[in-house]
């Protein structure tokens, strides 16, 4: 191995260290721009017949995905939004579990912040034109912490708050089904 | 006062700071606590000033005499280990006299310490202050729970009435700090601490967090606002008041987003049904003095401003920026316009 | 030492089991005879051997390899001081630049120069850089260099694992640096208090950043306090008895214990952040009954003492430079010693008075408005022997003397307001504002910066053998003199006016606009005085006078050796009979010889005496030590990222360290050193 | 006292003597009017007004229920949590699932019961969001040929029973802003008595009463805010000082508090004929955060007593002022006639979610005694003078730090699932719970249709390890008498018989029957799924003694197998999943219903 090409894969490595630690730590603290908001189509995976691939992934998810400032504004307001009243940390009460591998509406960030905005007709309420956009994508990217989703860098241990649970540092990824047999 | 002058005869510099508004500085002498701190204070600047003046005569005289022995570049020698028994003399005087300066300091600092802790027992006046990042969640308590009273980023005292503030906070430190009134106290989560404060004259008076607590440290002010006591009952009655139900068509509209949309799920406005205690309580929010924690003072175009873009006032802040339609924003300001 | 002395019991007692085995014993008397062989052909110095022929010889033993690799594997502490400072002086400058940045967000009111974050960033890196960074271990570099010269001996203890705490400190501020290049800083202070710096309302990985960058420089700060204190107990010259020892000598020795206590204090609460933060432990989580003010209990037990582990190296600095040019010994040698003890002792009393908002209960605090008070006794008698040598000497004001000047006016300043925070309800109304912003520059700037400017154009031509420019030294002093008043004064005015510390901004209306104006230019003045220090200094390296080996006619052992040093310091180990051993003796020092030339030796001495005990064999230039480094700066930084990091990343530090300790073959010279 | 009554009475005294082996101890405790003679149907979820849940049928008796085998069974064909009884009114069972709220009618005169019709009221789905501890219904009423039953969304239905055709619908409930309906009515003197759950969603909890004929609001009375919603006028006299005062309901909250106070009625209600009063009992005050509502926060926690032709309140009694631990006073009332001092008085005993068993004149509402029939340490007694809670001061949950060990915990030492009384061994089966937990309170934000918590809750066995607790229970002595330990926490109802013996479920599907005097276990059937149903006992068409019981876990305490809940999460269905995580292995959801009868 030549000791340029070392170089440039160490000069590669740093700039992608770069990139995704800017990424990650990135805060944004201006909402996005009046007329973007949640993308009404991101519909459930179990909509597609025969399962074939649904429409590709939202480009802002990845302003939130693994944004560590993002799911830690997520992790608030799904405390102060109420989230937590239904679906405990993780755990699930009134409303189902999120932190186990069964997503009845989608797992991904876009279908979780469809899901949101939009409500489910199990129970789950809208919360378009209750929360802000930002906000709704923020708690998408703090819910699929929940299972694991996101990169561990992004997240937190645990809140200042009762123990719930193992830390989200520690949380194993769940594989993300969708589940017909968990809708009623 | 006498203090005072002997303060004016020490330093011009800090004449000025006399001159300066007091507003918000220690200097206000608008509270016991404070008034106590200024006594204190000009002790110790008198003390520490002689000190230094002791010092400074001292190399003084050392490059002085230094002068008179001429420039020679010597080593002295044989005798060179030997101290002057003068400056043997010396080193015991200091010592003395520096130990006697910092015990007299000490048990006048004790003193003042007790006599305010004192004052801390006579509350005749209960308030809650819970610190949230960054505005003051304030609640007056009462022996009847339903003349409770919520507010926000605002106090209302009585003058001369002694005042526990109890303080509590909702995420991280903070320090409670009206410098004009009485020093600071840490809210810590987790911990309960007071203060107690007994107001000597009417006027505004501003407090800020003196704790770093994030990105917006620096505006999470508050306003105190010292008044008679006769005032402060009638003030007191009137916030008591749920908010009137408006009557002009465009604060109609505002009322309805107010209470149907975002702004409900984190505002109380009392007599609606927005009960929201995510963000501080709007019931009476126009007839408050400044805005997002004194971030900006009370006004419509403020209030156009921080409704429409808070997130450009004031960066970090929680409260979102919800990119209202022109004809909302009309509505919604005129209608908090009318939350007086 | 210790791996001498423990190297020689066990060959004892080998000795002892195998006396009564036949075949061993004619075995040994086999070695013994094949030793005394080997005795004959070990060269060493003695009457003979002196000169040009002795350096020459000692030059190829002590000479590091050269080349990239023998740079990074040196062991010479000189070569390591030298970076130390360098390195230091480096922070230095960056931590200034922050300051510059702040001061021009905070010149006007309502500035929107910097935003919110980004100036918590550089207030954090500024506060962070300036503490762990710069003043810590620029005092333990100079120490590095200077301490092994002043005392007359030809390294420090434990080469390698001052190669190793230099390397760390680099780590640790390249990975502070480095993530604030990458946008990672921390945003949280340099006091990290929870819980804002813990996971909740931290996100990503800026405070564990901060929390491991605190790891890597008590690591290193620690492993240079056991350097320095084994060397100053057990390394000085024939005779130096501790009561000969220069005053400098005695401060590094307070500062090394201090190191020793108050940096575990620390490390274990930014464990205990890490923890936190990185696998959910509760320690600071005050629902589950962890506290928030557990980290500033720990913090600051380790944070006060923090202070005086900056401030007395530069007491030592200008007990140095007043011995110097007032031409006689410093005043009331055994007060200021016992002022050093004391005040290393009282600074471990102090912490709670960086807590006295917070609640805790009344009368305690008491005590430490009283402990703190007195800290001030021990101090005003140092000041007091300061300016008694000056009024009883001769003092002549070259550059570094002026500092000194500087230093007392304005430490005085600093300590005084010291005195009036210690108090409780002074402080109440003080703590958190401009005030103590005030107090701490004008005890870290007056107090340590001052003298840490003298001691460098003193010691500048030991260091480069070349000298300063005295007058653009002077014109440099004035700048900073002068700027550092109007940068700070003003801040004493905008604390009592009610203006809190850590905002990045104020509004207008308060009075604090001209205060803050005032600061602005003060600190754009002293930025400018700074950059002309480097620029004398720069300049000095290569264009100033060549400097002797004593230019400032000074008493202590640096200047018997060479400017700059040679990588042995000494052709012969001085004996020293005095404090002042180059006033007293006028001809050539008194010298010991018998240690070897053939190898890297130097003499260890008893702690009390200095009595000769014996030839301590050194190290060679080594990379396990930069080995070790990596291996523990990659377990660190990784750490920070996975728990599992500190199991796996263990496996390459004990291979390191393994290495960097496997023995060598055991060479036995049991006879004593002829004195 | 009625002439009804006495005779009743009288006669199980003869059965007493004549039957009990061990010598007649005088067991005077008798059942008033409210409890007429056992017909052999089963009209009411408690039975009767008087709530005993006891059947007067003896053929099954400690020596032949080893014989008991199943009769038939039926599959609900849901599998969410269900509370619900089935009814029994001349040869059909009427059965009320949980959402969706179907109603079945079986025909008991045919072999296997076939299905007569079902009817299915098709309730919001929305309404699942909003129910708090799973989708259940706690049963229908039948009376005047119909039966009358509450849907999840709010309705209240009445069936005709023989066509199951729908006579009248009444929405009294709004999901919209998180109330839903759970509790079985009770028809009282032509009307039905319905109240609202949803004190975890800041509902303002009310109970009205329904005009029996056309489903017509006859009154409702609030529980929160001014007297005049609260239906207190010129008769309300409570006994303690502490419940005397204007608008209490007004001005024992903060300003506004008490619109989204909570204080629902998804209990049980009891009546008196005799003295025409119903007795129910209010829930928790919301939010649970107790620091966000300083005062005693009325009328929340505390029993009613009401007119039922006015709704106008005569007495009230709150058993936890200023509730902190989410104790709800809902739980059932039994009404009995019991000498005291030298006298007879009509009272209520009341197992009481705090853990004291209460026993109170039910004229006065006088709190005769109240002794602790599980472990508390929340608590230190009740003050019998003025009536009030003695709390322990470290126990009280403060904002920003969990207080751990709090015992009982929030389901209290008994929830929602009802005593039965026995007036021939004069003793009380309470089925209840042993639990403790730790909880952190924490400031909740109020959004219309989402909780209204503040409270983290992790629970977890109490003292001795055992979850659940079956205590009979000698109200005169105020002392247990037998205690049986149970695994798993108890959420079944009790069933008492007269022919001795005592039947209750446990959330792993036993289907247990003791012996009514020693707590013996006598038999024991494996159903389908976890029971929290309540049994009951009923004469069939063939004249035999039928016991019926539906077997589908679920509820608060069965919500991680029905939800499909996760057990990592302590704190997951308000903190009970801690304390039931072994309970998935345990068992699985279901809805199926068992009927057992000794062989022919």
């Known amino acids: 191995m030549s000791s340029r090409f070392r170089a440039s894969c160490l000069a590669a490595a740093v700039l992608v260290a770069v990139l995704v630690a800017c990424d990650r730590e990135e805060r944004r603290s201006r909402s996005k721009p009046i007329g973007e908001n949640v993308p009404a189509?991101?519909?459930?995976?179990?909509?597609?017949?025969?399962?074939?691939?649904?429409?590709?992934?939202?480009?802002?998810?990845?302003?939130?995905?693994?944004?560590?400032?993002?799911?830690?504004?997520?992790?608030?307001?799904?405390?102060?939004?109420?989230?937590?009243?239904?679906?405990?940390?993780?755990?699930?009460?009134?409303?189902?579990?999120?932190?186990?591998?069964?997503?009845?509406?989608?797992?991904?960030?876009?279908?979780?912040?469809?899901?949101?905005?939009?409500?489910?007709?199990?129970?789950?309420?809208?919360?378009?034109?209750?929360?802000?956009?930002?906000?709704?994508?923020?708690?998408?990217?703090?819910?699929?912490?929940?299972?694991?989703?996101?990169?561990?860098?992004?997240?937190?241990?645990?809140?200042?708050?009762?123990?719930?649970?193992?830390?989200?540092?520690?949380?194993?990824?769940?594989?993300?089904?969708?589940?017909?047999?968990?809708?009623? | 006062m006498t203090s005072r002058r002997a303060a004016a005869a020490s330093l011009p510099l800090l004449l000025c700071a006399c001159q300066y508004q007091t507003y918000q500085s220690a200097l206000g002498d608008a509270g016991v606590e404070d008034r106590q701190f200024l006594i204190l204070?000009?002790?110790?600047?008198?003390?520490?000033?002689?000190?230094?003046?002791?010092?400074?005569?001292?190399?003084?005289?050392?490059?002085?005499?230094?002068?008179?022995?001429?420039?020679?570049?010597?080593?002295?020698?044989?005798?060179?280990?030997?101290?002057?028994?003068?400056?043997?003399?010396?080193?015991?005087?200091?010592?003395?006299?520096?130990?006697?300066?910092?015990?007299?300091?000490?048990?006048?600092?004790?003193?003042?310490?007790?006599?305010?802790?004192?004052?801390?027992?006579?509350?005749?006046?209960?308030?809650?202050?819970?610190?949230?990042?960054?505005?003051?969640?304030?609640?007056?308590?009462?022996?009847?729970?339903?003349?409770?009273?919520?507010?926000?980023n605002?106090?209302?005292?009585?003058?001369?009435?002694?005042?526990?503030?109890?303080?509590?906070?909702?995420?991280?430190?903070?320090?409670?700090?009206?410098?004009?009134?009485?020093?600071?106290?840490?809210?810590?989560?987790?911990?309960?601490?007071?203060?107690?404060?007994?107001?000597?004259?009417?006027?505004?008076?501003?407090?800020?967090?003196?704790?770093?607590?994030?990105?917006?440290?620096?505006?999470?002010?508050?306003?105190?606002?010292?008044?008679?006591?006769?005032?402060?009952?009638?003030?007191?009655?009137?916030?008591?008041?749920?908010?009137?139900?408006?009557?002009?068509?465009?604060?109609?509209?505002?009322?309805?987003?107010?209470?149907?949309?975002?702004?409900?799920?984190?505002?109380?406005?009392?007599?609606?049904?927005?009960?929201?205690?995510?963000?501080?309580?709007?019931?009476?929010?126009?007839?408050?003095?400044?805005?997002?924690?004194?971030?900006?003072?009370?006004?419509?175009?403020?209030?156009?401003?921080?409704?429409?873009?808070?997130?450009?006032?004031?960066?970090?802040?929680?409260?979102?920026?919800?990119?209202?339609?022109?004809?909302?924003?009309?509505?919604?300001?005129?209608?908090?316009?009318?939350?007086? | 030492m210790s791996d001498a002395i423990r190297r020689s019991d066990l060959l004892e007692g080998w000795r002892r089991r195998a006396g009564a085995n036949e075949a061993e014993r004619r075995a040994h008397e086999e070695e013994e005879r094949r030793l005394a062989e080997l005795r004959k052909k070990i060269a060493r110095d003695g009457p003979k051997l002196k000169g040009a022929k002795l350096e020459a010889r000692l030059m190829r033993s002590w000479e590091r390899p050269r080349g990239i690799v023998g740079w990074l594997a040196t062991v010479d502490h000189k070569e390591i001081g030298r970076r130390y400072i360098v390195t230091a002086l480096v922070f230095l400058a960056l931590g200034g630049l922050l300051a510059v940045l702040m001061r021009l967000q905070l010149s006007r009111p309502d500035n929107n120069l910097i935003g919110a974050a980004r100036f918590n960033e550089l207030f954090t890196m500024h506060g962070t850089t300036m503490m762990f960074l710069f003043a810590v271990p620029v005092m333990e570099g100079v120490a590095v260099y200077i301490i092994p010269l002043m005392l007359g001996t030809r390294s420090t203890a434990f080469p390698r694992l001052n190669a190793f705490s230099y390397f760390m400190y680099l780590f640790g501020g390249l990975l502070l640096w480095g993530a604030f290049a990458l946008n990672i800083a921390p945003d949280v202070g340099w006091f990290a208090y929870t819980p804002l710096s813990g996971p909740q309302f931290s996100p990503g990985k800026r405070s564990d950043i901060w929390a491991q960058m605190v790891t890597f420089t008590e690591v290193s700060a620690l492993s240079a306090a056991v350097v320095l204190v084994t060397t100053i107990l057990k390394c000085r010259a024939p005779g130096m008895t501790l009561a000969r020892m220069p005053l400098f000598a005695w401060a590094m020795l307070v500062v090394g214990v201090m190191i020793i206590f108050s940096m575990p204090s620390v490390a274990l609460a930014s464990s205990m952040l890490i923890s936190d933060r990185l696998v959910g432990t509760h320690f600071f989580n005050q629902w589950e009954h962890g506290d928030a003010l557990l980290w500033q209990h720990l913090f600051w037990f380790f944070g006060h003492p923090e202070v005086y582990i900056i401030f007395l190296p530069a007491t030592g600095f200008?007990?140095?430079?007043?011995?110097?040019?007032?031409?006689?010994?410093?005043?009331?040698?055994?007060?200021?010693?016992?002022?050093?003890?004391?005040?290393?002792?009282?600074?471990?009393?102090?912490?709670?008075?960086?807590?006295?908002?917070?609640?805790?209960?009344?009368?305690?605090?008491?005590?430490?408005?009283?402990?703190?008070?007195?800290?001030?006794?021990?101090?005003?008698?140092?000041?007091?022997?300061?300016?008694?040598?000056?009024?009883?000497?001769?003092?002549r004001f070259q550059v570094p003397m002026l500092y000194v000047v500087g230093f007392i006016v304005t430490f005085v300043i600093g300590g005084l307001t010291g005195v009036i925070i210690a108090s409780v309800p002074l402080d109440l109304q003080l703590h958190d504002t401009y005030f103590i912003v005030a107090h701490f520059h004008y005890v870290l700037i007056g107090g340590a910066v001052f003298p840490l400017l003298g001691i460098l154009t003193y010691w500048f031509p030991k260091i480069t053998g070349r000298m300063m420019s005295e007058g653009l030294g002077k014109i440099t002093f004035w700048m900073i003199f002068l700027g550092f008043q109007l940068a700070f004064f003003p801040m004493h005015i905008a604390g009592l006016s009610g203006m809190p510390r850590r905002v990045y901004t104020y509004p207008a209306g308060l009075g604090l606009e001209l205060p803050n104006l005032l600061s602005s230019i003060g600190g754009l003045v002293v930025a400018t005085a700074v950059l002309l220090f480097v620029i004398n200094g720069v300049v000095s390296l290569y264009r100033g006078a060549v400097a002797p080996d004593n230019p400032w006619d000074a008493a202590s052992l640096e200047w018997a050796a060479r400017s700059p040093p040679p990588p042995y310091n000494f052709a012969h180990i001085p004996v020293v009979a005095s404090r002042t051993p180059l006033w007293d003796e006028k001809g050539e020092l008194p010298v010991v010889t018998g240690l070897r030339v053939d190898d890297k030796e130097m003499l260890t001495t008893t702690v009390v005496a200095a009595t000769p005990e014996m030839r301590e064999p050194l190290p060679a230039a080594s990379l396990w030590p930069l080995i070790a480094a990596l291996a523990t700066a990659v377990l660190f930084i990784s750490s920070i990222f996975s728990p599992w990091a500190v199991a796996v990343g263990a496996v390459p530090v004990a291979i390191a360290l393994i290495a960097w300790f496997w023995p060598k073959e055991i060479k036995r010279e049991p006879e004593p050193v002829i004195t | 006292m009625a002439r009804v009554g006495r005779s009743w009475i009288a006669a199980w005294s003869a059965f007493l003597l004549c039957s009990s082996p061990a010598g007649a101890q005088p067991h005077a405790i008798s059942a008033p009017r409210a409890a007429p003679p056992d017909?052999?149907?089963?009209?009411?979820?408690?039975?009767?007004?008087?709530?005993?849940?006891?059947?007067?049928?003896?053929?099954?008796?400690?020596?032949?229920?080893?014989?008991?085998?199943?009769?038939?069974?039926?599959?609900?064909?849901?599998?969410?949590?269900?509370?619900?009884?089935?009814?029994?009114?001349?040869?059909?069972?009427?059965?009320?699932?949980?959402?969706?709220?179907?109603?079945?009618?079986?025909?008991?005169?045919?072999?296997?019961?076939?299905?007569?019709?079902?009817?299915?009221?098709?309730?919001a789905a929305a309404a699942q969001g909003v129910a708090c501890c799973d989708v259940v219904n706690r049963g229908a009423v039948h009376s005047k040929g119909r039966i009358i039953f509450n849907t999840l969304d709010g309705q209240t239905i009445a069936v005709d029973a023989k066509s199951g055709r729908q006579v009248w619908r009444t929405r009294l409930g709004n999901i919209q802003k998180g109330e839903t309906i759970t509790m079985a009515p009770l028809v009282a003197n032509g009307k039905v008595i319905v109240g609202n759950s949803g004190g975890e969603m800041g509902v303002r909890g009310w109970i009205a009463a329904l005009d029996e004929g056309s489903g017509r609001l006859a009154w409702k009375a609030f529980h929160t805010g001014p007297d005049r919603d609260v239906l207190i006028g010129s008769r309300f006299k409570p006994f303690y000082a502490m419940d005397r005062g204007k608008d209490l309901g007004v001005k024992s909250w903060?300003?506004?508090?008490?619109?989204?106070?909570?204080?629902?009625?998804?209990?049980?209600?009891?009546?008196?004929?005799?003295?025409?009063?119903?007795?129910?009992?209010?829930?928790?005050?919301?939010?649970?955060?107790?620091?966000?509502?300083?005062?005693?926060?009325?009328?929340?926690?505390?029993?009613?007593?009401?007119?039922?032709?006015?709704?106008?309140?005569?007495?009230?009694?709150?058993?936890?002022?200023?509730?902190?631990?989410?104790?709800?006073?809902?739980?059932?009332?039994?009404?009995?006639?019991?000498?005291?001092?030298?006298?007879?008085?009509?009272?209520?005993?009341?197992?009481?979610?705090?853990?004291?068993?209460?026993?109170?004149?039910?004229?006065?509402?006088?709190?005769?005694?109240?002794?602790?029939?599980?472990?508390?340490?929340?608590?230190?007694?009740?003050?019998?003078?003025?009536?009030?809670?003695?709390?322990?001061?470290?126990?009280?949950?403060?904002?920003?730090?969990?207080?751990?060990?709090?015992?009982?915990?929030?389901?209290?030492?008994?929830?929602?699932?009802?005593?039965?009384?026995?007036?021939?061994?004069?003793?009380?089966?309470?089925?209840?719970?042993?639990?403790?937990?730790?909880?952190?309170?924490?400031?909740?934000?109020?959004?219309?249709?989402?909780?209204?918590?503040?409270?983290?809750?992790?629970?977890?066995?109490?003292?001795?390890?055992?979850?659940?607790?079956?205590?009979?229970?000698?109200?005169?002595?105020?002392?247990?008498?037998?205690?049986?330990?149970?695994?798993?926490?108890?959420?079944?109802?009790?069933?008492?018989?007269?022919?001795?013996?005592?039947?209750?479920?446990?959330?792993?599907?036993?289907?247990?029957?003791?012996?009514?005097?020693?707590?013996?276990?006598?038999?024991?059937?494996?159903?389908?799924?976890?029971?929290?149903?309540?049994?009951?006992?009923?004469?069939?068409?063939?004249?035999?003694?039928?016991?019926?019981?539906?077997?589908?876990?679920?509820?608060?305490?069965?919500?991680?197998?029905?939800?499909?809940?996760?057990?990592?999460?302590?704190?997951?269905?308000?903190?009970?999943?801690?304390?039931?995580?072994?309970?998935?292995?345990?068992?699985?959801?279901?809805?199926?219903?068992?009927?057992?009868?000794?062989?022919?």
């Open chain 3, 318 to 395: 200008v007990s140095v430079i007043c011995e110097t040019f007032c031409r006689r010994p410093v005043f009331g040698y055994p007060v200021v010693v016992l002022a050093l003890v004391s005040t290393g002792i009282l600074a471990f009393g102090l912490w709670v008075h960086h807590m006295f908002a917070t609640g805790l209960p009344r009368v305690g605090y008491s005590f430490y408005t009283a402990a703190s008070m007195t800290v001030a006794i021990p101090t005003g008698l140092q000041i007091f022997c300061w300016l008694a040598t000056m009024w009883d000497g001769r003092p």
């Open chain 4, 254 to 600: 903060p300003p506004e508090a008490w619109k989204i106070g909570g204080a629902t009625a998804w209990g049980w209600i009891s009546y008196d004929p005799a003295l025409g009063l119903i007795y129910y009992g209010t829930s928790n005050p919301g939010p649970w955060n107790p620091d966000q509502r300083p005062g005693d926060n009325k009328w929340s926690t505390g029993i009613f007593a009401r007119d039922v032709n006015t709704g106008q309140a005569v007495w009230f009694y709150q058993s936890s002022p200023h509730d902190l631990f989410d104790h709800d006073d809902i739980n059932e009332s039994i009404l009995a006639d019991i000498p005291w001092r030298g006298g007879r008085r009509p009272v209520l005993l009341r197992p009481g979610r705090n853990g004291f068993f209460y026993v109170m004149d039910r004229r006065t509402g006088q709190v005769l005694s109240a002794t602790p029939y599980g472990y508390i340490n929340s608590a230190k007694g009740v003050d019998l003078r003025s009536g009030r809670l003695i709390p322990v001061k470290e126990k009280e949950p403060r904002q920003g730090r969990v207080t751990r060990n709090i015992c009982p915990a929030a389901p209290g030492a008994k929830d929602w699932n009802p005593a039965a009384f026995s007036p021939v061994t004069g003793l009380v089966y309470i089925p209840h719970i042993n639990l403790c937990m730790d909880m952190g309170a924490m400031e909740a934000n109020y959004i219309a249709g989402t909780p209204y918590v503040g409270a983290d809750v992790k629970m977890y066995a109490g003292p001795g390890g055992n979850r659940g607790v079956f205590t009979a229970w000698d109200p005169l002595r105020r002392r247990k008498v037998f205690e049986i330990k149970e695994d798993l926490p108890l959420w079944s109802p009790a069933l008492a018989t007269a022919g001795g013996v005592v039947f209750y479920g446990t959330m792993d599907g036993w289907f247990k029957a003791i012996d009514a005097r020693s707590g013996k276990l006598l038999w024991r059937f494996k159903t389908g799924s976890g029971i929290i149903g309540q049994p009951i006992s009923y004469r069939g068409p063939d004249g035999r003694q039928y016991i019926a019981v539906v077997a589908g876990v679920g509820g608060w305490a069965g919500a991680i197998v029905s939800g499909k809940l996760d057990p990592r999460d302590p704190t997951a269905a308000l903190g009970f999943v801690n304390a039931v995580k072994d309970l998935p292995s345990k068992t699985t959801a279901g809805g199926m219903l068992y009927v057992f009868a000794l062989p022919r």
């Open chain 2, 154 to 340: 605002e106090l209302h005292l009585p003058v001369g009435v002694p005042v526990r503030i109890q303080l509590r906070s909702n995420d991280v430190i903070h320090s409670f700090w009206v410098p004009s009134l009485a020093g600071k106290q840490d809210l810590i989560p987790g911990r309960d601490t007071d203060v107690t404060i007994v107001p000597k004259r009417t006027g505004i008076f501003r407090g800020q967090c003196a704790e770093f607590c994030g990105v917006q440290h620096a505006h999470m002010a508050l306003v105190v606002n010292v008044v008679s006591y006769g005032d402060f009952v009638r003030w007191w009655e009137h916030q008591l008041q749920p908010a009137a139900t408006p009557r002009m068509p465009l604060a109609q509209a505002g009322y309805n987003y107010v209470t149907q949309r975002e702004c409900a799920m984190c505002h109380t406005i009392a007599g609606t049904p927005a009960s929201g205690r995510v963000g501080p309580d709007l019931t009476h929010l126009a007839s408050r003095r400044s805005l997002a924690a004194g971030t900006t003072p009370m006004g419509k175009g403020n209030l156009y401003g921080w409704v429409a873009d808070p997130q450009s006032m004031k960066p970090g802040s929680k409260m979102p920026t919800v990119g209202l339609e022109p004809d909302e924003l009309h509505a919604v300001v005129a209608y908090l316009e009318t939350l007086k």
């Open chain 4, 39 to 123: 017909n052999g149907n089963w009209e009411m979820p408690g039975k009767n007004y008087a709530s005993t849940r006891f059947s007067a049928m003896r053929q099954v008796t400690p020596a032949n229920v080893r014989k008991l085998g199943i009769a038939f069974t039926f599959s609900t064909g849901t599998n969410r949590g269900f509370e619900a009884p089935p009814l029994v009114v001349g040869g059909t069972m009427y059965l009320v699932t949980p959402f969706p709220n179907y109603l079945y009618a079986l025909d008991l005169t045919k072999p296997g019961a076939p299905a007569k019709w079902t009817f299915k009221p098709k309730p």
């Open chain 1, 41 to 184: 189509g991101a519909t459930p995976d179990t909509i597609y017949a025969g399962g074939g691939p649904g429409p590709a992934l939202d480009p802002r998810a990845a302003l939130y995905d693994n944004n560590a400032p993002a799911i830690a504004d997520g992790q608030q307001l799904y405390m102060r939004m109420n989230c937590v009243g239904c679906h405990s940390h993780g755990g699930g009460g009134m409303g189902p579990a999120l932190m186990d591998d069964e997503w009845r509406y989608g797992g991904r960030i876009d279908q979780v912040a469809s899901t949101i905005a939009e409500g489910r007709p199990n129970g789950m309420p809208a919360w378009r034109g209750r929360l802000t956009d930002d906000q709704i994508w923020k708690l998408a990217a703090y819910v699929r912490t929940l299972s694991g989703q996101p990169s561990k860098d992004s997240v937190a241990s645990r809140a200042d708050a009762m123990s719930a649970g193992a830390p989200q540092t520690l949380t194993p990824r769940e594989p993300a089904h969708t589940s017909d047999s968990a809708q009623q």
């Open chain 2, 41 to 152: 204070f000009w002790i110790f600047f008198a003390i520490c000033a002689a000190m230094y003046a002791l010092v400074i005569a001292f190399l003084v005289a050392a490059i002085v005499r230094r002068r008179r022995a001429g420039n020679a570049n010597v080593v002295e020698s044989g005798r060179h280990h030997e101290s002057h028994p003068l400056m043997r003399t010396g080193l015991v005087c200091w010592t003395v006299l520096v130990s006697t300066g910092l015990a007299a300091l000490a048990i006048a600092s004790f003193i003042a310490d007790r006599s305010m802790a004192k004052a801390a027992a006579r509350e005749q006046l209960s308030i809650t202050v819970t610190a949230n990042q960054w505005w003051w969640d304030v609640r007056y308590n009462s022996s009847d729970p339903s003349k409770t009273l919520r507010t926000a």
